[in-house]
Every structure is written in C-alpha cells, then in structure tokens.
C-alpha cells in the first residue's frame, strides 16, 4: 500500500555510526531529520571490534567531537577500558583507544538520538529512492511509505547485498544475521552507480567464564583519567582488563591443513579485503615464518561474558573454528558463543562522490561510511558527520563544508576517497596523513572549533570555553617567549638535574623549554607564571614551542599546496574538448572531476604536463562547456 | 598570475663564449640581488628596469667569488614572461654557469620545467591565443622527451643507487610506522633512535657517493679530470696552454720543470674538462720531483680522461710504453706532437700500443692539429646514449639540486635525532628525503610506503 508518510528536510538512511553522526548534525543545524533504519535494536551497532579510536581513528574521533558530532560523547560514557596509545612517542601520534561496552554504547546513543529536536527515528527498510530530473526527492520503505526530502544521506554499511560466508556455507544477510539490503542496491545500480564487492571479517565470540586467563597477559586501562571528548568532565574510573595470548605452532599446523576449507582459498569469496585486517588464515599463509600471533581478548560489556577474540578473523568452517581456539593458551576449553564469519557487500564506488559526500550522477543524494568503501566506526562516523552537515546545509540553502588534508584526518580521508578510489576496504593509518604533525590529537579543538561552531554545532558555552583556552595559549607563549631565565645557582642546579648542560649566559624561556630534557615543569621552576596554567594549556604550549621549527615547516608546506588549492576547476569543464591531455588522464579527470588543480595532481594517472594543459586552459578562460542538454 | 621564481640557462649548452642564466617571477630580482655585489655597493633592487650591471657573483655561504658577470634586470610587465625578469650574463663556460645556476636554486628559485618560460609568457597573456594549442604540443612534446631523457638514465646506475636507496628509506618508514599504527603489535623490534641514526647515516653516505658517482653530476660540477701525461718535455705544458688559451704552467726546455701539478677548468665543445698537468712520470733522485711523481700517479689514477702526449721528434722509450701499460682500460687519447720537427717515432706502432684510442698529431708550437684534439674529446663524450642537448643537462643539474636536497633533509634527519626529537617527528625528514630521491626517478607515489608496511609486516587484528 503506497502512502504520503511525511515530508522532512533531510532523510538518513541507516543508524550505524555513520548515520547517526549524519542525523543528529542534520537536526541539530536545524533541519527537520527523519533517521530510517532496519532495526531500532541495532542503532550504532558494533559487530566487530567492541573498540573505539587507535592510531588516526582516535583522532578522528577528537575531530568529531571539536566539530560537534556525538561519537567521543558516547563511548566515554560507555567505555570499559581506555588507553593513550604512543605516549613513549612525539604529540603527532598519540591517540585514544577505548574499549567499549558494545550494549551500553547502543543503548546511549539510542537515547540521545531519541531525545534530539527536530529528529525523528523509524524502523523500515528503504528499497528505492525517490529520483526525478537526477535529483533525489526522497525515498520509498517495503511498507510502501513515501518520505519525501530535500536531501537524502544514505548510510547502509555492510548491508547492501550482504552476504555471510562460513566455510561452505553462505547465505544472504547484513552483518550478524540481520536483514540485508538487496533491492536498494539493485537500484542504486538501476541509477547508474558502480558497485564494488567487498569483504570484510570477523573473529569468533566465547564465554569468558570458559577462559584460563592464568595462561594470559593482562592488559589493563591507564589509571589516569581520560577523555576523548573536550567537554566530558566525568570520567569512569572502573575499567576492566582486556588480555593477551597467542597462537601455537598447533593453530597453524589445522589452520595449513584445512585451508581447502576456506572460502578465501576456495574461490567463494571474490571480493576484496582489507590487507590490514587479514583473516587468520591469510596470516599464516603469507607470513607462513612467523611462529605465533597475538590474540588479544576483549570483553564485549559489563553485563555480559561475551568475549572477541581479537586477532583470529576467520571465515573456516565452524567445527574448524573450534578445533583452533582448543588450541590457544587459556582458550583450551573456551565455549564458542558466536561463530567468526566473512561478509561480502557491494560498495559504491567513491570516486562517484564530491568531496561534500554528495553524489555526481544524483543530485542532494549523499552517501557516507562503509557503503563508501571504508572500513572502521569512526572513518564511518567522520563521513556521516560531514554527509549530515552537507544535506542540512544544501536543505537550508547554506554553502556546504569540505575539510581539507591539513584540516583534519577526516579530510585525508574524504579526500583519498573521492580522489584515488580504493581497491580494497579503505583505512585510516596515520602515514596516509602528510601533515601529521599539525593533525594531532590534543589540538583538534584548534583546528576545528571555529568550523563547529559557524555551522552550529558548537554551543556558545563551550565556544567561550575554547576562546579562552586559545588566549590562554598565546598569553602563555609570549610569556616564555620574553621571560629570560638568567644563570644563576638555583637556575644552574635544575638544569643540572634535568640532565643538561649550564647556561653561559642569560636565556629566553622559550628557546630554555627547546632543549629536549627541558619539559614544561622544568621552566615552571624557572620561570613561574602568576596564574594557574590548566594542563590542557601546558599542553600546548610545551608542544607547540618544543616542536616549533617542524611544525613550521608542515605549515610552509601546506601555504604552497594552498596555491594550488585555490586554482579553482569549474564543475562543468568539458575535457573532451582539452587538446593534448593524456588518453589516461583524460579518463581519469572525466571520472574524478576534481574541484581543484591540488586535487587534480593527486589522482594518479595524471601527470605533471597534463596539470600544466589544464592550468593553460584555466588561466585563458578558454575552458570549453558541457551544453545544457 | 602568482608563480614562484624559476631559472635555467638559457643559452645552448656548448662552447659559446657567454652562457646566461635567466630568472624569471617575482622573487627573481631579490633572489639575483642576493647573490651579486655590485661595483661600490650597488643593490639590484635599487636599479631602474632593463638596465645592465657590472659585477660578481658572491656564494652567501662562505663569501666566496663565483663568477665575474653582467646583470640584466628587467621588471615586469615589458619582458618575455611579463614576470620579473634577471639575466646573469656568465662568461666562464660551463662550469661556471652550472654554479650560478645552483647558486640561485639554492637561493630560492626553482628549477624551470622544459618550455616553463615559454608556458608562463602564454599564460600571462603575452604570447597570442592562437598559439595555445603550439604550447600544449611543446609542454606535451618536452616534457616527453625530458621522459625520455629520465628514462634513459634510469638504466644507470644512478637510478639503480638511487632505488636501493629509497628502499632502505622506505623500508625504515615502514618499521616507524608500524610502530606508530599497531603499537602493540610484537613482532617488530621497536625502532629507536640510535637504529635510526644508523640508517639516517647509512643514507647519507650513499647519497654522498651518489654525488660523487653520478659521473653526469660530476662532469657538471668539476669537470672531467684530464690528466695530461708523458716523458718530460713531450709538450705536456705547451698543450695545457694551448687547451686554456693561457700561460700559466711554467714552459721551459729542461725536463722536469714542472714540479707540481697544475689544474686549469677548460670547455672544449661542451665538454668541461678540469685539466691536470703532471709532473714528468720518470723514476728520478730529486726529492721536491718525486713527491710531485707520486702526486702525478694518484692523479692518474683518479682521472676521467688520459691526455698521453708523445715526442714526434724522438723513438718509442720503454718510458712512453709503461705508459701505455699504466692507462690500460682508461679512456685515453694519445697525442703525438711536435710534427713540426723530423719524425723519430715509429706511428705503427703507436697506434699499435693505443689499442684502439684515438691517436692525434699535433704541433703545438705552430698550433696546428689542436681543433682535431678538440673534435676527439668532444668524440668521445658526445656519443651514444648522453646528447649534447640543454634538455640532458637540465635534468643532470636536476638531479643534482636534489640529491643535494635529499642530503639536507637527512641530516637535518640526523641532527633531529641528536637532539632526541621524537622518532615520528625525525621521521618527516626522512621522508622527505625519500620523496626527493624519487622525483629523480620520477617516482613519488605516496602508496608505496602503504605497501610497504603491509608487505613487510603481518598486521591486523
């Protein structure tokens, strides 16, 4: 039965992590959201890793936050466990991860999607969009519903012509046994996108109670309070231990035997998956030398003996599956809860998409988080953040929002994304940053604050806060940067201490705090400030002063990118009628079709001569344009 | 438009007697005025546009005079590009110019691209419109050939260290990102500062002896080394001069004259040779002769070229023949002169003992067979893979700007690392480096270090 069931500014479809971020930014900018998903029970499910943040993931998780999104909220009200990740390294590395308690986690943001103006949440099943003239007007439910909307984000995951693989067995479903998503993708193809097939994995679950964790390292979560959010105050102090074990010479020796019995060798499974999450076969086939692997054991919640065996993704066959875990230390008698498995999706391909998250071929459509090819529940949540911002901004009538590679970690990889594609589930790595050192985690509130809070996801209490913050940091700089520290007894026996070598003659505070023994409390003998100056402000300073001449550098670097940034290419740029460009270059253009000459130079297959014809035919004004058909 | 500075020669490369290096953009005349003193102080900013000055070129590095000069300065918009426009007029050849030339690259200017002034005069409206398709086909057409040029020196060895090179760096960014990106991941020793001190040496040293074996590099920076042996009063002298077109070996009748060893930077056809006169190579009492003949051995052993003169006037020694046997598997070019007197030595078997090098008489003293000499060197250099072409030593120079670069990025690296800068943070350095290392081969994809990591190391979870 076919019906008017309402009209809204922005539709979300799907409520994993991806399309909460999307729907709570979408309403709280002030459109009227409507949140579709196949199942309320799984909101912001996790049905792998029961973890948040890592290296560059936790610091997409810092950006989300600083730019308003609900991600870094959630999980530290929910975390077990939490650690700062590289702290024996420089500020460009660290990150957080957090353990989380999977149900509760769901439970929160439920609530908080619940509780949020302007946003209304639904279970159905979207099978088609609504599309007139190339432009996407709403979408239609298996119940026959029509929402109509002036924008419309989809953030299906994993559950496009999903597919469960176990040993021999497959069968079509999302992840977790939950519904797949055939016909949407079907007719997402119907509209003209291209698919890619996917696969991705997962490890098997088992009782706690069964595990011999003597025969296990402990892991436990850093005993100082932490945050990923920059509002959170409250920190839970009662964490829980994951733990460390590893395989045996046994493991690999049934994992080598039954590798017949692997769809990944067998020839079931065709899509591709991601090479820094390998199953445990893949493992020890390819590093067939190495004598063990590490499993790590990570408790699902607090109410519940589930626990991941992270490190043993698998897609063997069940009773194989079982035969491995009798043979890792404190595993031996470990009940199986869940079987591990492999899932096959379709993907859209993401050079089909702006840099905004919008799609070319359809337009006020976007897409965001694993249905774009990625892998990970923060890339997923900063996607669906900027999907949100951007279909409430074109609702509104407002200029959209694209985060640039030296704004944030969530701008690599939107950029990556739309620009080079990807062949295999894509990840965030902190190497795929090349401005890391100004990418960090403690200063993502100063990257990013100003953005959150123009597009109006920043209360003006917390703005205040974080203006004050900034003048904190300046005030305290130009302090260290005048205060000269003179080399008398006193002066002479802390550096001393601190391992250093005796001035000769009066120094600044700053160029002081330079020298690598030299850390922030050390000048604070030396050169006492008047006032209080809170940690988070320390922070700052120490770094940037310490670290000054390379995070120069970074920003020389990013001031000669900007020039070439700037070099705007229209959207409407015909290239077909561009003399001299490359076979493949033209090709690639025509596919991409980059904002900018920056972005351009970075889809491969285009070279420096082919940049150099563009700029001719940019700088003339010559630029020949597709007819209004 | 806003472009950076860029500059090259501008004249062909080969013997003409001035050689100019053209800047152009808007830092092209701060950038010459940086490097020139004036006669009495006079500041290129200062002066009046299309307007020419007498002066040097200093190194701001140590104050050192490079090059005396005339320099062009022409203000935008009435010059080629209408940019800012700097012509450093050279007169000392080929060697000198590469330097000005590297002077103002390492002063702030970049390296133009092939047909980068042309492309920017169009670009900035001073060529006609209807010429847009001329420039495409000339960016597409040189920037081919400079891929051309790449390519072929890809199969040197140059390109060879230099791959090797960037593996080792590409492999230690991989073990620093692994460190970074699975930081509980076991089976990767962590990677410290004095593991990567190590590696940031290793490189370092290669890159140095890149700069010494690239042998292009070097002919452009030093010139050949052409040592000129023979039995004494052969005309070993007499021929240096006559090279250099100046007196400044000491030429008399008595052997052994020439105590020391004598270098002169010389152009013949293109080719910079720097020239080595020898001591006579004979076995002698004198004390102050024979520090010079050892001298003369070490040089003859570190040559790129052997000038091996003979007497026309005198028969075969077993001196002259030792000779022979002590260049064996150099290149050599054996010189017979003094034509201009009765012939004593036996030609056959010259050209027997030259075992297939180039064989030319001459007299020196009646300057006559020296434009055949000329010919034979350039001959020999100027054939086979390596054109005499522009294009060849822009990329030569190219390469050498870079590697100089890379070198500064891995000792800034290492100074990092002295100073105990976090690993990660030292680590920018090294990549650096390694992206400099690959525009000499033309390689900069950022992938492969992604590659790398999950090649080298089983990760994940």
């Given at each position: 039965m076919e019906y008017h069931g309402g009209s809204y500014d922005v539709i979300v479809?799907?409520?994993?992590?991806?399309?909460?971020?999307?729907?709570?930014?979408?309403?709280?900018?002030?459109?009227?959201?409507?949140?579709?998903?196949?199942?309320?029970?799984?909101?912001a499910f996790m049905p792998c890793n029961p973890s948040i943040g890592g290296p560059a993931k936790g610091i997409v998780v810092r950006e989300i936050d600083a730019l308003g999104g609900e991600m870094a909220k959630n999980i530290d009200k929910t975390y077990i466990q939490i650690r700062m990740l590289n702290t024996g390294k420089g500020p460009a590395v660290r990150a957080l991860r957090a353990q989380a308690d999977k149900f509760l986690y769901q439970h929160e943001m439920k609530k908080t999607l619940e509780n949020e103006e302007n946003l209304t949440l639904l279970q159905g099943k979207v099978e088609r969009l609504i599309v007139e003239d190339g432009v996407c007007k709403g979408v239609v439910t298996h119940t026959g519903a029509h929402y109509y909307a002036k924008t419309v984000v989809i953030t299906t995951g994993t559950f496009l012509r999903g597919e469960i693989i176990i040993g021999d067995i497959k069968y079509s479903s999302g992840p977790n046994n939950q519904q797949?998503?055939?016909?949407?993708?079907?007719?997402?193809?119907?509209?003209?996108?291209?698919?890619?097939?996917?696969?991705?994995?997962?490890?098997?679950?088992?009782?706690?109670?069964?595990?011999?964790?003597?025969?296990?390292?402990?892991?436990?979560?850093?005993?100082?309070?932490?945050?990923f959010s920059y509002e959170t105050t409250e920190y839970i102090t009662d964490q829980l231990p994951c733990w460390l074990t590893y395989t045996t010479e046994e493991t690999h020796q049934i994992i080598d035997k039954n590798l017949h019995l692997s769809p990944m060798y067998s020839g079931m499974i065709k899509g591709t998956g991601p090479r820094y999450c390998p199953s445990i076969e893949d493992k020890i086939v390819r590093f067939h030398d190495k004598p063990r692997h590490q499993i790590f054991l990570e408790p699902e919640g607090r109410n519940t003996e589930e626990v991941y065996v992270q490190g043993l993704s698998t897609s063997l066959p069940e009773h194989i599956q079982r035969q491995i875990l009798a043979t890792i230390p404190g595993l031996e008698q470990a009940q199986l809860m869940r079987a591990g498995y492999a899932i096959e999706y379709d993907a859209v391909v993401p050079t089909q998409l702006w840099p905004t998250l919008e799609t070319k071929l359809v337009k006020n459509l976007y897409t965001a988080g694993q249905i774009n090819g990625t892998s990970g529940y923060e890339e997923a949540a900063g996607q669906g953040l900027i999907a949100g911002i951007n279909a409430a901004r074109r609702a509104l009538g407002k200029e959209e929002?694209?985060?640039?590679?030296?704004?944030?970690?969530?701008?690599?990889?939107?950029?990556?994304?739309?620009?080079k594609g990807t062949n295999e589930p894509y990840r965030l790595l902190t190497s795929r940053a090349e401005y890391r050192l100004l990418l960090r985690h403690d200063n993502a509130d100063l990257r990013l604050t100003d953005i959150g809070y123009n597009i109006g996801l920043i209360s003006e209490e917390r703005y205040q806060k974080f203006l004050a913050k900034k003048a904190a940091i300046e005030k305290e700089k130009k302090r260290l940067q005048t205060y000269i520290i003179k080399p008398t007894p006193e002066v002479q026996e802390v550096i001393r201490q601190a391992g250093g070598s005796e001035l000769k003659d009066g120094i600044?505070?700053?160029?002081?705090?330079?020298?690598?023994?030299?850390?922030?409390?050390?000048?604070?003998?030396?050169?006492?400030?008047?006032?209080?100056?809170?940690?988070?402000?320390?922070?700052?300073?120490?770094?940037?002063?310490?670290?000054?001449?390379?995070?120069?550098?970074s920003l020389q670097q990013v001031e000669r990118l900007k020039k070439m940034e700037n070099k705007k290419i229209p959207e409407?740029?015909?290239?077909?009628?561009?003399?001299?460009?490359?076979?493949?270059?033209?090709?690639?253009?025509?596919?991409?079709?980059?904002?900018?000459?920056?972005?351009?130079?970075?889809?491969?297959?285009?070279?420096?001569?082919?940049?150099?014809?563009?700029?001719?035919?940019?700088?003339?004004?010559?630029?020949?344009?597709?007819?209004?058909? | 438009m806003d472009f950076d500075t860029i500059a090259a020669i501008s004249t062909p490369m080969?013997?003409?007697?001035?050689?100019?290096?053209?800047?152009?953009?808007?830092?092209?005349?701060?950038?010459?005025?940086?490097?020139?003193?004036?006669?009495?102080?006079?500041?290129?900013k200062d002066v009046p546009s299309h307007t020419i000055h007498y002066g040097h070129i200093i190194d701001p590095a140590n104050g050192q005079t490079v090059e005396e000069v005339m320099v062009a300065v022409m203000r935008a918009p009435k010059t080629f590009t209408r940019e800012d426009v700097v012509e450093i007029n050279c007169h000392g050849g080929l060697i000198s110019v590469n330097r000005v030339l590297q002077l103002v690259l390492t002063n702030g200017a970049r390296l133009a691209?092939?047909?980068?002034?042309?492309?920017?005069?169009?670009?900035?409206?001073?060529?006609?419109?209807?010429?847009?398709e001329a420039v495409i086909d000339l960016i597409r057409a040189k920037t081919d050939r400079a891929m051309n040029v790449a390519l072929s020196q890809m199969e040197g060895r140059l390109s060879n260290m230099i791959r090797h090179l960037r593996q080792t760096i590409l492999e230690t960014l991989a073990h620093v990102e692994v460190n970074i990106d699975y930081p509980e991941y076991d089976d990767v020793e962590e990677m410290t500062h004095q593991l990567l001190m190590e590696k940031a040496k290793y490189v370092r040293e290669q890159i140095d002896r890149l700069l010494q074996t690239a042998q292009q590099g070097k002919i452009l920076r030093e010139g050949l080394a052409t040592v000129i042996i023979g039995r004494p009063n052969v005309g070993k002298s007499s021929l240096l001069n006559s090279l250099v077109h100046e007196n400044k070996a000491i030429v008399t009748d008595i052997p052994g004259t020439t105590r020391d060893v004598i270098e002169e930077y010389v152009n013949v056809r293109g080719v910079p040779l720097k020239l080595i006169d020898t001591a006579g190579i004979r076995e002698t009492e004198d004390i102050v002769e024979r520090i010079g003949v050892e001298r003369s051995r070490q040089m003859v052993k570190e040559a790129d070229l052997i000038l091996l003169v003979l007497n026309f006037n005198e028969e075969l020694t077993k001196e002259d023949?030792?000779?022979?046997?002590?260049?064996?598997?150099?290149?050599?070019?054996?010189?017979?002169?003094?034509?201009?007197?009765?012939?004593?030595?036996?030609?056959?078997?010259?050209?027997?003992l030259a075992n297939g090098h180039p064989v030319v008489t001459t007299s020196l003293l009646e300057e006559r067979g020296i434009e055949e000499l000329e010919e034979a060197i350039s001959q020999l250099f100027f054939t086979g893979a390596v054109e005499a072409s522009d294009l060849t030593y822009v990329s030569n120079s190219r390469h050498i700007a870079l590697l100089h670069q890379a070198k500064k990025a891995v000792e800034e690296a290492i100074s990092g690392i002295e100073t105990g800068i976090p690993i990660d943070i030292v680590q920018i350095d090294l990549t650096r480096a390694w992206e400099l290392l690959g525009e000499i081969i033309g390689d900069t994809i950022h992938e492969s270090l992604i590659d790398q990591l999950f090649s080298q190391f089983c990760l994940g979870k």
């Open positions: 479809v799907g409520a994993g992590h991806a399309g909460c971020e999307a729907g709570l930014a979408a309403a709280r900018i002030g459109a009227k959201t409507l949140m579709i998903t196949l199942n309320l029970d799984m909101v797949p998503s055939i016909k949407l993708s079907e007719h997402l193809e119907e509209l003209g996108f291209e698919l890619v097939r996917f696969k991705t994995g997962t490890p098997p679950r088992v009782n706690s109670r069964s595990i011999d964790y003597s025969k296990t390292e402990i892991q436990p979560g850093d005993d100082v309070p932490r945050a929002l694209i985060l640039s590679r030296s704004d944030a970690y969530i701008g690599v990889l939107i950029d990556d994304l739309v620009t600044r505070a700053a160029d002081l705090l330079k020298r690598p023994e030299m850390t922030y409390e050390h000048i604070q003998l030396l050169a006492p400030a008047d006032e209080d100056i809170p940690a988070d402000v320390v922070e700052q300073v120490e770094i940037q002063i310490k670290y000054e001449g390379y995070i120069e550098k409407d740029i015909d290239y077909d009628a561009i003399t001299g460009l490359a076979t493949e270059a033209r090709q690639k253009l025509k596919q991409v079709r980059p904002l900018s000459i920056a972005q351009a130079s970075r889809i491969s297959g285009v070279n420096p001569a082919d940049i150099s014809i563009l700029l001719v035919y940019l700088e003339q004004g010559r630029i020949a344009r597709v007819s209004n058909e | 080969g013997e003409g007697a001035i050689a100019i290096v053209r800047l152009s953009g808007n830092e092209a005349v701060s950038i010459a005025d940086h490097i020139f003193k004036g006669v009495g102080g006079k500041r290129l691209e092939p047909g980068e002034f042309t492309k920017r005069a169009f670009l900035n409206g001073r060529i006609d419109l209807s010429q847009a023949e030792e000779l022979f046997e002590t260049v064996k598997g150099m290149d050599v070019i054996v010189i017979v002169n003094k034509t201009d007197l009765p012939q004593k030595i036996d030609m056959e078997r010259v050209i027997q």
